[in-house]
């Protein structure tokens, strides 16, 4: 399996999505990245899949916004090797 990496800040993650097929119960959840992209930044939409995967994202807390400026609450740094979510 070839590798992706990318890194930037946590922007949003939205509600797990969750079902049974025919191979099992699977999860999915979306996430919100945001990263340097020359001199603007970007926003990039990924879907992790699986329940422990999903379950990593849950240690990261989205930045707060205040006057326009953002403040992380709490480790919201993602590193992610297209494995998963690693901090």
Not at 66 to 83: A, K, Q
């Amino acid at each position: 399996a070839s590798g992706f990496e990318m890194e930037g800040r946590l922007a949003g993650k939205l509600a797990v999505q969750s079902g049974r097929s025919a191979k099992g119960d699977w999860a999915r959840q979306d996430f919100l990245l945001e990263v340097q992209d020359g001199n603007f930044p970007s926003t990039v939409c990924f879907s992790l899949w699986g329940a422990d995967r999903v379950k990593d994202l849950e240690k990261y807390q989205v930045g707060k916004s205040h006057n326009g400026d953002t403040y992380p609450d709490g480790p919201s740094e993602i590193h992610d090797s297209g494995s998963g979510v690693t901090d």
